[in-house]
């Protein structure tokens, strides 16, 4: 027959109610001590627990999101093969080796360039389909192979099939993964974190055409290619893929590394919210800002790609170039990370026509260059004015147009911006064939960025619809 359990007054230790369950009960409870003995060893005595307030905060830890911004900076580095400064270095060689001319190599940059622009779109679509890791992981793998088919190039049209890659996945897409990244991880710093996170594309610039030199120079273009997709891929691909998030509810913590509930709850709503593509197209902020980043691709990518020809056609040399080259990644590193953290205190719409300003007088400035003063100037100038707007730019996608379709949006952004670089150098070249000189292609770079740095003054926040995703659980703060 069952024996029924003891109850409390029958075992030799009797367990108090919880804290909670005071306001129902007597309590301390009333005890017979006559017919009661209690041994108890005070050190092994469990400690009864003091209430604590329901929305006490959570004790917090170390945010993730500071190990997402290497991360990110590092997929920004890797897309430097693809970049017109990675690919420049190796133009030449690529030039006399497959025999064609300069008209040819740079139709095939165009045209490479412009088709690779395409697919960026969808690429976005799947990072806000299937994740951010996934879709870096896959690009980064494409990317790789992209680099070493890079050494198989024939003719013209291998030539124009790996530029497509190369743009695409490069400076494409592996950078817009990159600048899509920090968004899902901060908002209040999020221009300062993303102005640390632009100074990897700064040393690059610096870095990685002393690095192609070397390359090439002891393995030819070919073997430079393959040794370039392969290290990137053994460096990315595994840290990748051990490190990577998505978010931060991946790791048990919200945007911002907020702790207590309320804020949580704020903070997850933030990740739910955002427009559609659709709705963005029609807002008047989105075209005028893709507008003033489109100018900076189309004018800095035509000056790069012909950099050395514009320099010595001012009775300058290379290596006045390469010093103003090197002054224009010094001064980028520095405004991006300036104008990044001003961007979480300013208006966008100053430091965006601040920036556009700077552009046009850049280009003026480079366009009257006769000195090595006037070089580095130059230089000067072109790096402080894209740090300047960039900096303001990166972050104002999340906060105007919110992170739930941010993929497709910065997606169809960075098509735009591919395919304006792609017509940059065309437009320096015909004007140089039939003039004989840079210089009216820099005067008109030089007016060019004005209308849109009027225009940028104008540009506000639109207004922010409600969430209509389902809010899901809050999520819990580990201590």
């Known amino acids: 027959m069952p024996v029924p359990p003891e109850s409390p007054a029958e075992g030799s230790v009797h367990t108090p109610p919880r804290p909670t369950d005071r306001a129902n009960s007597t309590y301390p409870p009333k005890v017979d001590r006559m017919s009661i003995t209690v041994t108890e060893d005070p050190t092994t005595r469990p400690a009864t627990p003091s209430p604590t307030p329901a929305d006490a905060p959570a004790k917090r830890r170390f945010y993730y999101g500071w190990v997402m911004l290497p991360l990110a900076i590092m997929a920004l580095i890797a897309s430097s093969p693809g970049q017109t400064f990675g690919i420049s270095i190796f133009n030449e060689p690529m030039r006399i080796g497959l ?12 045209l490479g360039t412009l088709l690779g622009a395409i697919p960026i779109a969808w690429i976005g679509a799947q990072m806000d389909r299937h994740g951010l890791r996934r879709t870096m992981l896959s690009v980064v793998t494409m990317f790789s192979v992209a680099c070493v088919m890079t050494s198989f190039v024939q003719g013209w049209m291998t030539l124009v099939v790996v530029f497509c890659m190369l743009r695409m996945l490069g400076p494409g897409a592996l950078a817009f993964l990159s600048g899509n990244t920090l968004s899902f991880w901060f908002e209040k ?12 594309i700064a040393a690059a610039i610096a870095i990685v055409p002393i690095l192609n030199v070397w390359l090439l120079n002891s393995f030819g273009w070919r073997t430079s290619y393959i040794l370039l997709g392969t290290g990137t891929w053994l460096l990315l691909f595994p840290t990748f893929l051990l490190l990577l998030k998505n978010r931060p509810e991946d790791v048990g913590q919200s945007l911002d590394n907020h702790t207590d509930p309320e804020t949580i709850t704020t903070a997850a709503d933030q990740l739910r919210w955002g427009f559609t593509v659709s709705e963005v197209l029609r807002m008047p902020a989105f075209w005028i800002v893709t507008a003033g980043t489109g100018a900076f ?7 790069f790609f012909s950099f050395v020809p514009i320099f010595e056609e001012r009775g300058l040399t290379q290596e006045h170039a390469a010093a103003a080259m090197t002054m ?5 590193a520095t405004m991006q990370l300036t104008s990044g953290t001003l961007s979480d205190r300013l208006p966008p719409r100053m430091l965006l026509t601040t920036g556009l300003l700077g552009l046009g007088l850049a280009m003026t400035v480079l366009n009257f260059a006769s000195s090595p003063a006037t070089a580095l100037l130059a230089g000067a100038a072109m790096g402080t004015s894209q740090g300047v707007y960039f900096g303001a730019a990166h972050p104002l996608w999340a906060r105007y147009f919110g992170r739930l379709h941010l993929g497709k949006i910065r997606g169809t952004l960075m098509t735009i911006n591919v395919a304006s670089s792609s017509l940059g150098p065309v437009v320096a070249g015909v004007t140089r064939d039939l003039t004989g000189e840079f210089g009216i292609a820099l005067t008109i770079f030089a007016i060019a960025p004005l209308p849109f740095a009027v225009l940028s003054w104008f540009v506000t926040a639109p207004q922010r619809k409600t969430a209509v995703v389902p809010a899901g659980p809050v999520l819990a703060v580990e201590g």
């Open 99 to 110: 025999g064609l001319s300069h008209s040819q190599i740079a139709a095939a940059y165009m």
């Open 189 to 200: 710093r999020l221009g300062m974190v993303e102005g640390i996170r632009q100074l990897g």
């Open 297 to 303: 691709s189309l004018i800095h990518t035509a000056v």
């Open 328 to 332: 224009f990644a010094a001064c980028l």
